[in-house]
């Protein structure tokens, strides 16, 4: 910083108008002579609010600055601040001075004017940190990072033209989506809100000073304030952490982190009542920025705000003098620095050397506490979903021109096809149907006529709720220039998966949009242009998904030291851990609602958050469908093709399993398979057995919605009886085609409702034989649903290819970024030299988290146990039960889970391959109301004597539902981790992300049944030699 006043050789210091010295009480000392000059001292006064002068961090760095046998320090009187002319304040060599609430920064501007001291953070300037706008001008200017931003004042610009839409606010064309935060434009102004989209619930937070143990509060309210100036800039997800940094010169940073307070708005504090914050380590991209920011404003002891997000970096506010509350470290390097600073600004020829600034900090490796000197490193989880509603769909072929409008509105003929999401969107299309019903239009169109009963379901479907959120509903239009091919199957016929239900994959394939949109129709006759519209609800995560999901987040504490594997355990040693930054936690979903929702809620139980999930779910849910990573959108191969063909055959045969059948369908030969075979016997008879339970539960649903004037019946979730019947009728009307054969694509959708409605509805529909439905649709479903990934060793292999290889590439990279640290890393740490009250401040773990459905998790485990991966250790007792388990399992339901954790043992040498150590750990998910707690005949559990158990809510005791973990050493630091070229496999890093962004009511046994993985002793497999050329292959 230039200094304020003086001459190369010192001389105006010792001119008769020389500055003077105050000493003790004495008002004003006597005038000193040359020859008195070494006995001279610098006063250094402090010009504040008595607030902040006797404040403890101020009294802690004066305390220190005394200790400089030149300096002297005197704090201005606030009734001399106040109400004295500055010709009246005392005269001082070195001044800092800062403005706060009721500071007059006019007359400390006066004063520094007056006397000419050296002045530590420009005055100046200070009034530019008042307003937001001046400071991003500022730091624009300087090529300083920061959100990008837009002003909106009417009071001095009345014809800022301001568009404002459910999701999104449009400044003078310049277009910012939620969320996005509102600021006021004073920069003392602290009511700062944050609006988030409708996709992720809509609402908004509303941040304010704290007040006791709050900061911020959840509101519904989706439209921007109307009155005042505010300053509008993008959202940056920050993992919930705020990062902030303190400078003292330009060579000298201190950070700490803290609880994002937008994330739950709960303030965390320490036994003093101050909010807990802890030092962390800073990127030298982070260090230059803290310069140029010191720079920019001319404030040597600065506070700005660092905003990591998306592998950078960015400053969106700009405090001035700030000072770190509880570090007596800080406190010592501050003194040293400011005193530093100032006697060689004052007393230029006394040549004190300036201190030099921190050292790089070094890192000891720590023991683990799990009693193998291992220490854990890494943990990286594939979860699904929790409990959804059933997935439905309808399509209807329209030909009104109000669709062909509403097409044309939203660009539909640019690509053939539109999708409607948006609350606004959805609207449009209710109104249309709603005016379609109301008009009286059906005599005079015979068309409309005909889907009178379809217009009537989607006006149901479209008034669920009374609202629109955009993630549990959409409108699908495709174009037909030569309408709709007749089928000869149903027209309501499925084809989004493998199997042509809904099961799986959801949106359709091209194969499907092909023959919608291309194919020549079956007659010669002559067809209009059409629309085909597909609406599609359900699939949303229910009540008892959410609580699934965060029981299962506290639970998987357990996995981490501390935690001691047990799940009543309150997982203290994981939130010491996260709450002092060694954890580096990214969580990422697909972009499906439910998936979304099942991440918030889980990070919700993990991190023991409080308040709604819709903060949660954009601070700390990632998408990944930028990239593929978690979606299956696309993904359906040419096997999967094959695969339908052989089920298609097998199952419409009159006759019971053969041999051939079973070597047919079960090539692998597991164990499940060959359990559900043997309960099926006959696939045709099962399947006319199912066909009339579902007729008889089709008419007792209707039989109970005529007694609804009598009787007080309510669904679970809200679901209408209207929408019950409708989705049950379907499977009665499309199960059984007009040739007598069965469509079997309808069975995971027969079970997902039967399981469904067994669970949430059974108290109200008392259906006699649901039981029995239950079980002969879950026998059929365990057949189909695994198959569809592939029958043969081969065809898992291929379609397993398909779905994992953008995940496989991701999760070799974090294991990567383990072994082989990225010193650039943008990972908010824990700053270990300022620590304090931290038993093992440089222990880090890393975890990622991947939320995700059913398909990439069958992908997963087709890959773990057929891609030749691993190899068997020399116990190969440990490996057989883990697959014998996998054999038996059946079904992968709600909340499966694969979790892979990296240990190292940092007593072995470097390069050594006992250095390193991998575990697996697999559970097949939540129980259902039906299933029985009792081990899976493949006996994938551990020996009974050594078998964890864990207590129950209730007390009782009953087994974990989790598997084995395979053994091994993982190869050495550079061998084979790293075998494979980058240029061959690739990998995903972080910011390689987003470079393109963007039950029954469960039961206290079925959430227990959900907690993650049993801990072994062993050690896992480890990778095959053919690692890289296998690697290569995907």
Request: charged share 30%.
């Amino acid at each position: 910083m230039p200094r304020q006043r003086r001459t190369s050789d010192g001389a105006e210091y010792r001119q008769a108008k020389k500055p003077q010295f105050f000493v003790g009480d004495l008002a004003m000392a006597e005038i000193l002579d040359d020859k008195e000059s070494m006995d001279k001292k610098v006063v250094v006064g402090i010009c504040a609010m008595a607030k902040k002068s006797n404040s403890k961090p101020m009294k802690e760095i004066i305390k220190r600055l005394e200790n400089f046998s030149r300096l002297q320090v005197l704090i201005f009187e606030e009734d001399v601040i106040l109400n004295s002319p500055v010709e009246d304040w005392p005269i001082v060599n070195a001044f800092i001075s800062f403005f706060s609430s009721g500071f007059p920064l006019d007359k400390a501007i006066a004063y520094k004017n007056l006397r000419h001291p050296f002045v530590v953070n420009d005055l100046d300037m200070q009034l530019i940190l008042q307003n937001r706008p001046e400071v991003y001008r500022v730091l624009e200017e300087n090529n300083i990072p920061h959100p990008r931003y837009a002003v909106l004042n009417k009071d001095r610009d009345p014809s800022c033209l301001v568009t404002e839409t459910e999701d999104s606010i449009e400044i003078n064309g310049q277009f910012h989506g939620k969320p996005f935060v509102e600021k006021p434009i004073d920069a003392e102004d602290h009511n700062i809100y944050i609006y988030f989209p409708q996709a992720a619930g809509g609402g908004s937070t509303r941040l304010f000073r704290k007040v006791k143990d709050r900061s911020s509060v959840y509101s519904h309210t989706s439209r921007v304030r109307r009155n005042g100036a505010y300053l509008y800039e993008d959202f940056m997800p920050t993992d919930g952490t705020d990062v902030k940094v303190y400078t003292v010169g330009a060579d000298y940073q201190h950070a700490e982190a803290r609880k994002s307070p937008c994330l739950d708005g709960k303030v965390e504090r320490d036994q003093d009542g101050k909010e807990i914050r802890y030092p962390v380590l800073l990127s030298a991209r982070e260090k230059l920025i803290a310069r140029k920011v010191v720079w920019a404003f001319k404030q040597n002891v600065c506070g700005f705000d660092l905003l990591r997000a998306n592998g950078k970096c960015y400053v969106c506010d700009v405090n001035g003098f700030s000072f770190v509350k509880t570090s007596g470290k800080y406190y010592d390097d501050c003194a040293r620095i400011l005193g530093t600073m100032m006697l060689r600004e004052v007393c230029p020829t006394l040549h004190i050397p300036f201190p030099v600034g921190p050292a790089p900090e070094d890192i000891p490796v720590v023991p683990t506490t799990s009693g193998h000197m291992m220490e854990l490193r890494c943990v990286v989880a594939l979860v699904r979903h929790g409990d959804r509603t059933p997935k439905q769909k309808m399509k209807m072929e329209v030909k009104h021109k109000m669709f062909f409008e509403l097409f044309e509105k939203y660009g539909g003929f640019k690509n053939g096809q539109l999708k409607l999401k948006r609350p606004k969107q959805l609207q449009e299309v209710l109104d249309i149907v709603r005016q379609l019903l109301n008009t009286g239009s059906f005599s005079q169109d015979p068309d409309l006529q005909d889907k009178k009963a379809k217009l009537q379901q989607m006006k149901l479907v479209l008034e669920m709720y009374g609202h629109f959120s955009g993630i549990n509903r959409k409108v699908q239009l495709k174009y037909q220039p030569k309408g709709r091919p007749k089928r000869s199957s149903s027209e309501e016929e499925e084809v989004g998966s493998p199997m042509g239900s809904t099961h799986s994959l959801g949106p359709e394939t091209p194969c499907e949009a092909e023959a919608q949109a291309g194919s020549e129709p079956l007659d010669d006759a002559p067809r209009d242009p059409s629309l085909l519209l597909i609406l599609k609800w359900g699939g949303e995560l229910t009540p008892a998904g959410r609580i699934q999901a965060e029981n299962l987040g506290k639970a998987f504490r357990t996995l981490y030291p501390g935690g001691q594997g047990q799940f009543e355990a309150p997982g203290l040693g994981f939130l010491r851990l996260h709450s002092t930054f060694r954890h580096d936690l990214k969580i990422y979903a697909s972009d499906e609602g439910r998936v979304q929702m099942t991440a918030a809620a889980f990070t919700k139980g993990l991190l023991a958050l409080e308040g709604e999930l819709t903060p949660i779910l954009v601070q700390m849910v990632k998408s990944a469908n930028t990239n593929g990573l978690l979606d299956g959108e696309g993904k359906t191969s040419k096997s999967q093709i094959v695969v339908k063909e052989k089920l298609k055959s097998v199952f419409n045969q009159d006759h019971d399993f053969t041999d051939e059948d079973y070597h047919k369908l079960n090539a692998t030969n597991t164990l499940a398979l060959t359990n559900a075979m043997d309960f099926v016997k006959n696939p045709q008879e099962m399947c006319s057995r199912i066909h009339v339970m579902i007729r008889e539960i089709t008419a007792k649903i209707r039989s109970l919605k005529a007694e609804l004037k009598a009787r007080d019946l309510h669904l679970y979730n809200g679901e209408s009886w209207e929408l019950l019947i409708r989705r049950w009728s379907k499977l009665e009307k499309d199960f059984q085609m007009k040739t007598s054969q069965f469509e079997i694509s309808k069975i995971p959708d027969i079970y997902d409702c039967i399981k469904y409605d067994l669970q949430h509805n059974q108290k109200v529909l008392q259906y006699e034989r649901a039981h029995e439905l239950f079980m002969c649709s879950k026998a059929l479903a365990d057949i189909i649903i695994p198959q569809e990934y592939g029958i043969t060793v081969d065809e898992k292999l291929h379609i397993a290819q398909n779905y994992c290889s953008p995940f496989l590439r991701k999760i070799r990279s974090d294991f990567l970024q383990v072994v082989n640290p990225n010193l650039e890393d943008s990972t908010t740490r824990l700053d270990s030299r300022y620590s304090k009250g931290v038993s093992s401040p440089e222990r880090f773990v890393r975890t990622r988290l991947y939320f995700t459905s059913e398909s990439h998790i069958h992908s997963m485990l087709n890959m773990l146990r057929y891609g030749v991966l691993f190899e068997a250790g020399a116990d190969k007792s440990q490996w057989e039960r883990a697959l014998s388990f996998l054999d038996a399992t059946a079904e992968l339901n709600y909340m499966s889970q694969i979790v892979f954790m990296l240990f190292e043992d940092p007593s072995k040498d470097i390069d050594s391959d006992e250095r390193y150590h991998m575990e697996l750990h697999f559970s097949p998910g939540a129980y259902t109301s039906c299933d029985e707690p009792t081990e899976p005949r493949g006996m994938g559990y551990r020996p009974k004597h050594s078998q964890q158990r864990v207590d129950t809510l209730d007390g009782e005791k009953t087994p974990q539902r989790l598997a084995s973990a395979f053994q091994g050493p993982l190869p050495k630091r550079n061998l084979r981790l790293d075998a494979a070229p980058s240029s061959d496999l690739g990998d995903i890093s972080e910011s390689d992300m987003f470079e393109h962004v963007t039950t029954p009511e469960t039961s206290p046994d079925s959430l227990e049944s959900i907690t993650v993985t049993e801990k072994v002793s062993d050690y896992c497999r480890s990778l095959h030699d053919k690692l890289k050329s296998d690697m290569d292959s995907i």
